[in-house]
């Protein structure tokens, strides 16, 4: 653990050997789904970069990648309902197949509303990867096709993960201590 954040961490969730091991399992199944296919994997940025990058070392077919900066958190810690578009496809998706990159998985506003607004786009098909689901929080009636981890309903950092933009940096998934954003 990084001597700065060490302090920080109430425990560790998924060691950086368990997350390597997760994302070969998950870029196995989904060179097996896509083989002869050549898939739009979209990172919905910040917090998918890290596993979008590892994920698509490990896949074993041709893909595209583009990126997306949706907004509905803010600095705080709970999701804001309104999701913002900041930085939009640069590909045409027309006919496409799309994977949805996501760090997490929780109420499932933002992703739903994401989903919604590329079908009407014209693509082909719509899957969504994510590393961390957190069904217990989900408020939107959606699901993911690939997922890594159930995770328990704490507030988690690391692996891309933030809190005010910190923690992004570490190698694992922690659970940050109460103290620091209560």
Same mark, same amino acid.
């Given at each position: 653990?990084?001597?700065?954040? =060490? ?31 050549? +898939? ?37 810690? =709970? ?54 689901? =957190? +069904? ?15 995770? +328990? ?30």
């Amino acid at each position: 653990m990084g001597e700065i954040h =060490k302090n920080d961490i109430q425990e560790i969730l998924y060691s950086e050997e368990v997350l390597h091991e997760k994302v070969c399992e998950i870029a196995a199944q989904i060179s097996a789904d896509y083989a002869g296919k050549n +898939p739009l994997l979209v990172s919905v940025l910040k917090g998918s970069f890290i596993f979008m990058a590892d994920l698509v070392r490990e896949l074993n077919l041709y893909c595209t990648l583009d990126f997306m900066v949706v907004s509905s958190y803010g600095a705080g810690v =709970k999701t804001s309902g309104a999701v913002k578009i900041i930085k939009d496809l640069e590909i045409d998706i027309t006919g496409r197949d799309i994977i949805l990159v996501e760090d997490i998985l929780d109420s499932g506003l933002t992703l739903s509303y994401l989903v919604e607004m590329l079908q009407s786009r014209g693509t082909k098909s719509i899957r969504i990867c994510t590393l961390l689901d =957190k +069904p217990e929080r989900r408020t939107a009636d959606i699901t993911a096709d690939y997922i890594g981890f159930t995770c +328990p309903d704490k507030f988690i950092v690391g692996y891309g993960l933030d809190f005010s933009e910190k923690y992004r940096n570490l190698p694992y998934i922690g659970v940050l201590k109460p103290e620091l954003y209560v």
